[in-house]
């Protein structure tokens, strides 16, 4: 991000050339230094998945996390620019910031993960609901708006990892449809937290738009504290 904001200066379309091309010409350079993994466990179709105890509850949790979670990313951007008209540089190192802080929340949060990983989804997806409705609501100075960001990120990191070890856990013999759910929940989160975003934003602002992005990390706590049969 924050080569984007840099690149975004002189021209946005060379932003979103450079930096992708880049990156991905890096990760396909690492990828033929590294050995061949192990073969992963058998395939099995979508439906034989879902049925498995707990993956159905445990998908609709994921989606409105990731609903929640990539509509900020989305609208993260906008907010600051237009409540600060920060410029874009600036902008792309304050997303790079909130990513740098997701990182240690991706591995703080590990060593209750087996133990509490339950509660975990339900502690982190109720602080995630807190911290990004007074990101909208709240916007005194542009500092502000970026720690609440980055406690977003910090928050987001934790319940992702925290996310994909409980779907793991559920069905470890199903790891590839459970890893390939959680990725299609990811993808349509972008969609829905991008559709929901949009409507709450024009209807009451940046207000609203933290409002809807906490019902929906409500939403991903729920099917948490119902128990399994």
Request: charged share 10%; glycine share 14%; aromatic share 10%.
């Amino acid at each position: 991000m924050p080569l984007v904001g840099l690149l975004g200066e002189i021209s946005w379309r060379l932003a979103w050339l450079v930096v992708p091309v880049s990156m991905a010409a890096l990760a396909v350079g690492l990828l033929q230094r590294r050995r061949a993994s192990s073969p992963a466990g058998a395939r099995a179709g979508l439906r034989s998945v879902l049925t498995h105890p707990g993956v159905a509850r445990w998908t609709a949790g994921e989606l409105f996390a990731f609903s929640a979670w990539a509509g900020a990313l989305v609208y993260m951007g906008a907010l600051l620019v237009e409540s600060y008209d920060l410029s874009i540089a600036a902008t792309g190192l304050a997303l790079g910031f909130g990513a740098l802080v997701y990182v240690p929340g991706n591995f703080l949060f590990r060593r209750w993960v087996v133990e509490h990983g339950r509660l975990l989804l339900v502690v982190l997806a109720l602080s995630g609901a807190g911290t990004v409705a007074a990101l909208g609501a709240v916007r005194p100075s542009v500092w502000v708006s970026v720690a609440l960001f980055a406690l977003l990120c910090f928050i987001a990191g934790g319940r992702t990892l925290a996310g994909s070890a409980r779907g793991l856990g559920l069905a470890p013999e199903l790891r590839l449809g459970v890893t390939g759910i959680r990725t299609a929940a990811l993808q349509s989160g972008y969609f829905v937290g991008s559709a929901v975003g949009g409507v709450a934003l024009a209807v009451g602002g940046y207000g609203a738009l933290g409002l809807a992005f906490a019902a929906l990390f409500v939403g991903a706590a729920i099917p948490h504290l119902l128990p399994l049969r």
